[in-house]
């Protein structure tokens, strides 16, 4: 992880958000599969719906600070792509 340098930076709630939403991506996935066999399961539907509607917030504010994290956000400028991505060491 990123460490914060403590004159301003917010590596760490950049890191923090984008664990929060790579870990929702994990569950809502996770639920998906268990719907697939249990698709009456209202508890599972209304966590999947609820973690649903979060990531979609969570990704909203992280792109709005951060820039995007998929090709689907529109941006300015596209200097994005050289910063670290996601998944590269470092970028959390």
């Not at 698709?39 to 951060?66: C, F, G, W």
């Amino acid at each position: 992880m990123a460490k914060c340098c403590n004159n301003g930076c917010n590596n760490h709630n950049k890191a923090s958000l984008l664990h929060e939403i790579m870990s929702l991506n994990f569950a809502i996935n996770d639920l998906v599969l268990y719907l697939d066999t249990h698709p009456t399961d209202s508890r599972a539907i209304n966590m999947h719906n609820e973690y649903s509607e979060k990531v979609i917030s969570l990704t909203e504010q992280y792109q709005n600070l951060y820039g995007p994290l998929t090709v689907n956000f529109s941006s300015e400028t596209w200097d994005w792509i050289d910063e670290p991505w996601p998944w590269e060491r470092g970028a959390y």
